[in-house]
C-alpha cells in the first residue's frame, strides 16, 4: 500500500505563486512517475505535470512556461511549482503516483488552490 500525503495549496491572488509538494510512502513498489492532475466539480480530472522515473517531465499546454515540477529528496517526493497564477487555474489538485509491481496509479486526497482577487 501506498500512501501520498500532499501539501500546500490555498488563496493567492492573480499573478502570485503557490508550491504543491507530495511525498509517496510505503514499502515494496517502485515509482515510475509522478505528477498532478486538477479537477473542477462536475469535470474530468486532467493532466497537470508529470514527471518519470527518468526525469521526463509533461505538461498541460495551458500551463507550460509558468508550472514546473521537479523530484526532491530521492525519487519519492514531488514539487509543483506555479507561478504567474490565474483565475482558471482554480482547481482541486491531486497528486498521483505510478507504482510497481502493477503497474498500479495511486492518489492523494487532493488539496484545494483557489486564484482570486
Known amino acids: 500500500q501506498v500512501q501520498l500525503v500532499e501539501s500546500g495549496g490555498g488563496l493567492v491572488q492573480p499573478g502570485g505563486s503557490l508550491r504543491l509538494s507530495c511525498a509517496a510512502s510505503?514499502?515494496?513498489?517502485?515509482?515510475?512517475?509522478m505528477g498532478w492532475y486538477r479537477q473542477a466539480p462536475g469535470k474530468q480530472r486532467d493532466l497537470v505535470a508529470l514527471?518519470?522515473?527518468?526525469?521526463?517531465?509533461k505538461y498541460a499546454d495551458s500551463v507550460k512556461g509558468r508550472f514546473t515540477i521537479l523530484r526532491e529528496n530521492g525519487k519519492n517526493t514531488v514539487v509543483l511549482q506555479m507561478n504567474s497564477l490565474k483565475p482558471e487555474d482554480t482547481d482541486v489538485y491531486f497528486c498521483?503516483?505510478?507504482?510497481?509491481?502493477?503497474?498500479?496509479?495511486?492518489w492523494g486526497q487532493g488539496t484545494q488552490v483557489t486564484v482570486s482577487a
Open positions: 514527471i518519470t522515473s527518468g526525469d521526463i517531465e
Open positions: 510505503g514499502s515494496g513498489f517502485l515509482v515510475y512517475d
Open positions: 498521483t503516483a505510478g507504482t510497481m509491481p502493477g503497474p498500479r496509479r495511486y
